[in-house]
C-alpha cells in the first residue's frame, strides 16, 4: 500500500483526488500487491520489445498514474475504459500505447512525449504476429483501395498487397466515390473501408475497428455486431443474415451462456457452442490456429458479380470445413456446401444474362461506357450488387429469405426491369 501511495505522490502538480482516481489506485493496489506480482511481470516483460524491458516498471506506473489521474478530470471516460481492459490488468500503461514510434510526429504533452493518435504500428510494438496476419487478409491495403485505389501506400506494401491479392491494390480509384464526391467518400465508403487505410507512419490499418482503443478486447470483438459495424445492409447483408440463420437466432438467446471472454490460444466449444461471425472466420476453436487473416477460410471470390473460385479453393474450403466439423458430422457440412455452390453456379448465369444485354446495348450505340450515366446502369449494379451478392451470402451463411426473396425473386424483378429499359432505349432508336 505504501510504495502505491508513495508513486501516486510523486505526481507533482496534480489535482485534486477523485474517486474515480481511488477507483484507479485499486486497481493498481490489487495488481502490484496480488500474488500474482512476479508472473504478471515475466508475461509483461515477454510482450514488450526490448526498449521497454530496460525500464524499471516503477516508471510505468507513475506514467499512467499521471496521464491517468489529470485525465480523470478531463476525458474520464477513457481512463474508465482503459481500467476495465486487460491492458490494464497486465500493467500495460497509457504511455506504452501512446509512445512515438518510428515516423511519428511527438507532442510535448504535460511533461511527456507521445503520439496523439496511436497507429497499428504501436499495436504491432507488441502484437507482432496479429499485425503480420491482418496484413495478408483483404482487410488491409485491398479494403482501402476499394474505394481509394493505391493511393497512400508505399510500394513495398503494394508489392507485398499485390503478391496475395492481385490486382486489390494496385488499382484506379473506384469511379461511384468519384462521381459522388470527397464528402461522400470520407464520411461513407471510407468510414468502413479505414479498417485498411495508409497511416501516415507507413503502418496499415486500424486495429481498434474491432477492439476499441481503450478497452481492447476480445469480447468486442467476437461480437457480432461489431462486425456487422461494417457488414450490413443490402449490399453485405451478413450481419442480417446472420440475425436470421441458426447460429444467429441461438446466439441471441443463448448468449449467456457463451464465454465471449475465453482466452483465443484455448478458446473451447466449451466456450463458445455458438458461432459467431468471428467463431468462423477468425477463431483457433478447440486447438485449431487464430487467425487475423479472414481471407484464410474462403473459397469464392462472392462480391464479385460473378463469382470465381479462389486460388486459394482447397485450402481455404478445408479450413472452413475443419471449423464446422468441431460442431457437425461432415456429411452434413459437405452437403450445405454442395447447396451453397448451385447457387453461387445460378446466380453467375442470371448475372451473366444482365452482363450480356449491357453488351449488347452497348455495342448497339445505346449506353455509354460511363458507369452510373444511365438508370439502367443502376438497376444492372443493383442486380449484381445487391441481390447477386446477398443469394451468394445468404445460401453460405444460412439465410434463406436472403437467398429467395432477398435474392433470387429481385435477381428476376431488375431482369424484367432491365429488359423494359432496353426495349424502350430500342424503340426510341
Ligand atoms: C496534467 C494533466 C495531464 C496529464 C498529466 C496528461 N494529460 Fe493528456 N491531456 C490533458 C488535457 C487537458 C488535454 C486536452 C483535452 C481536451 O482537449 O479536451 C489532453 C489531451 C490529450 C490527448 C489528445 C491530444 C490532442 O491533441 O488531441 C492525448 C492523446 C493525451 N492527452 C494523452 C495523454 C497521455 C498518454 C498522458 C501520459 C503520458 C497524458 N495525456 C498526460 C491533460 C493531461
Ligand atoms: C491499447 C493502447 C492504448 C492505451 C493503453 C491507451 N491508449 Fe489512448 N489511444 C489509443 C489509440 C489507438 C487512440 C486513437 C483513437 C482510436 O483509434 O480510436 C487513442 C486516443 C487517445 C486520446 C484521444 C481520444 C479522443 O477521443 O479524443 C486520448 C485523450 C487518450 N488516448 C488518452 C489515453 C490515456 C489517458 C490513457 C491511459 C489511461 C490511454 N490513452 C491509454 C490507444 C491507447
Ligand atoms: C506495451 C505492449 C502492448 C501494446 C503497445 C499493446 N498491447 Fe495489447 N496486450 C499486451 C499484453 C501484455 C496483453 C495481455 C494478453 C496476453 O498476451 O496474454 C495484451 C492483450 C491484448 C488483447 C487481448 C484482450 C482480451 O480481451 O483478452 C487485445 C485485443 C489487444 N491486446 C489489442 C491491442 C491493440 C488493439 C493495441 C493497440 C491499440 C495494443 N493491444 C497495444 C500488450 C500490449
Ligand atoms: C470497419 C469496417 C469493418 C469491420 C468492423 C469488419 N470488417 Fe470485414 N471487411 C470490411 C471491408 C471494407 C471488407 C472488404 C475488403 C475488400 O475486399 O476490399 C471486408 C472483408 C471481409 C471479409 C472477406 C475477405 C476477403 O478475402 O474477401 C471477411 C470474411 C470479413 N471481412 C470478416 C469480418 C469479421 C468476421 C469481422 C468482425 C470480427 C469484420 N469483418 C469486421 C470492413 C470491416
Ligand atoms: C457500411 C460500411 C461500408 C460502406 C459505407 C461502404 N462499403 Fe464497400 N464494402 C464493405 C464491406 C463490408 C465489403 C465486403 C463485402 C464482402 O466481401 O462481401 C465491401 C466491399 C466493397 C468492394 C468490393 C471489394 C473489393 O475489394 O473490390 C468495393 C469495390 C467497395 N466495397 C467499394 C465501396 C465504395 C466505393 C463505397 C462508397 C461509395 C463503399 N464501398 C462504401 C463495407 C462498406
Ligand atoms: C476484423 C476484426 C479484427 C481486427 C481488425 C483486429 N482484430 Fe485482433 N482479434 C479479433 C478477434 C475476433 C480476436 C479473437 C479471436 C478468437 O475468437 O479467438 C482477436 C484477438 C486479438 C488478440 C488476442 C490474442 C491473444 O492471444 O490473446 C490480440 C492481441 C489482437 N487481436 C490484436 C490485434 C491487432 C494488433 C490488430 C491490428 C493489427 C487487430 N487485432 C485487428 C478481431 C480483430
Ligand atoms: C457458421 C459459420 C459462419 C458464420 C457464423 C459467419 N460466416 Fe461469413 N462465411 C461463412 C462461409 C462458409 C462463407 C463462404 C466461404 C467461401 O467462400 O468458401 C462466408 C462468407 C463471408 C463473407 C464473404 C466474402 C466474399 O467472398 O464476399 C463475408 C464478408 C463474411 N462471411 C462475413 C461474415 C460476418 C460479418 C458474419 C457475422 C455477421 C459472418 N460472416 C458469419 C461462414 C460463416
Ligand atoms: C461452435 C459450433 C458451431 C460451428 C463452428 C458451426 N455450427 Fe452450425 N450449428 C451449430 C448449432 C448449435 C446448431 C443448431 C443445431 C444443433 O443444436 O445441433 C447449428 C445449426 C446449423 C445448421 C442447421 C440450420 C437449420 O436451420 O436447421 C446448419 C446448416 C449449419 N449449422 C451449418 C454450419 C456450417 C456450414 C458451419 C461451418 C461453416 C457451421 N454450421 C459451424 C453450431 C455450430
Redesign the pocket.
Known amino acids: 500500500m505504501a510504495a502505491v501511495d508513495e508513486l501516486l505522490s510523486q ?1 507533482g ?3 485534486p483526488v477523485s474517486t474515480g482516481l481511488m477507483q484507479f489506485r485499486s486497481v493498481f493496489i490489487a495488481v502490484f500487491l496480488g500474488t500474482s506480482l512476479i508472473l504478471a511481470a515475466v508475461l509483461i516483460n515477454r510482450a514488450r520489445p526490448a526498449v521497454e524491458t530496460g525500464q524499471p516498471s516503477a516508471d510505468f506506473v507513475r ?2 498514474g ?6 480523470m ?3 474520464g471516460g477513457i481512463v474508465h475504459q482503459f481500467e476495465r481492459s486487460v491492458h490494464a490488468g497486465r500493467g500495460v ?3 506504452d ?2 509512445q512515438v514510434l518510428d515516423r511519428q510526429e511527438p ?1 510535448d ?4 512525449t ?5 497507429t497499428s504500428q504501436n499495436c504491432a510494438a507488441c502484437h507482432a504476429t496479429q499485425y503480420d496476419q491482418f496484413l495478408r487478409s483483404r482487410h488491409a491495403a485491398p479494403a482501402w483501395a476499394a474505394v481509394l485505389g493505391s493511393t497512400g501506400f508505399s510500394e513495398d506494401v503494394i508489392a507485398a498487397s499485390e503478391l496475395l491479392h492481385p490486382g486489390a491494390v494496385r488499382r484506379a480509384p473506384n469511379p461511384l466515390a468519384l462521381l459522388e464526391g470527397a464528402s461522400a467518400s470520407e464520411v461513407g465508403c471510407q468510414g468502413c473501408h479505414d479498417i485498411g487505410r495508409p497511416n501516415l507512419d507507413g503502418s496499415v490499418g486500424k486495429c481498434t475497428e474491432c477492439h476499441s482503443a481503450h478497452s481492447a478486447s476480445v469480447s468486442l470483438a467476437r461480437e457480432p455486431a461489431t462486425c456487422g459495424q461494417c457488414h450490413m445492409g443490402p449490399d453485405h447483408s451478413q450481419l442480417e443474415i446472420y440475425n436470421e440463420s441458426k447460429h444467429g437466432v441461438l446466439f441471441n438467446s443463448q448468449r449467456a451462456s457463451q464465454n465471449l471472454h475465453a482466452d483465443p490460444r484455448t478458446l473451447s466449444t466449451a466456450d463458445m457452442s455458438v458461432p459467431t461471425c468471428a467463431t468462423c472466420h477468425m477463431s483457433g476453436l478447440d486447438g485449431m490456429g487464430f487467425t487475423h487473416d479472414v481471407t484464410e477460410r474462403l473459397s469464392w471470390w462472392l462480391f464479385a458479380p460473378i463469382s470465381e473460385r479462389r486460388p486459394t479453393y482447397l485450402q481455404g474450403q478445408a479450413e472452413m470445413k475443419t471449423l464446422c466439423q468441431k460442431c457437425h458430422t461432415a456429411p452434413r457440412v459437405e452437403a450445405f456446401y454442395e447447396a451453397a455452390e448451385t447457387v453461387v453456379t445460378s446466380t453467375n448465369e442470371k448475372v451473366q444474362a444482365a452482363m450480356d444485354l449491357m453488351a449488347e446495348l452497348a455495342d448497339e450505340g445505346l449506353i455509354t461506357a460511363e458507369p452510373f450515366d444511365a438508370s439502367i446502369d443502376f438497376v444492372f449494379f443493383d442486380l449484381w450488387h445487391y441481390y447477386g451478392r446477398t443469394a451468394k451470402h445468404g445460401a453460405f451463411m444460412g439465410g434463406a429469405d436472403f437467398v429467395q426473396w432477398h435474392g433470387n425473386y429481385e435477381l428476376l424483378a431488375k431482369m424484367v426491369e432491365m429488359e423494359e429499359l432496353a426495349a424502350e432505349m430500342r424503340g426510341l432508336r
Open positions: 505526481q502538480s496534480n489535482p506514467a499512467t499521471r496521464c491517468a489521474s489529470c485525465h478530470q478531463e476525458t500503461t497509457c504511455l500505447c501512446h507532442l504533452h504535460r511533461g511527456f507521445i503520439t496523439v493518435m496511436p
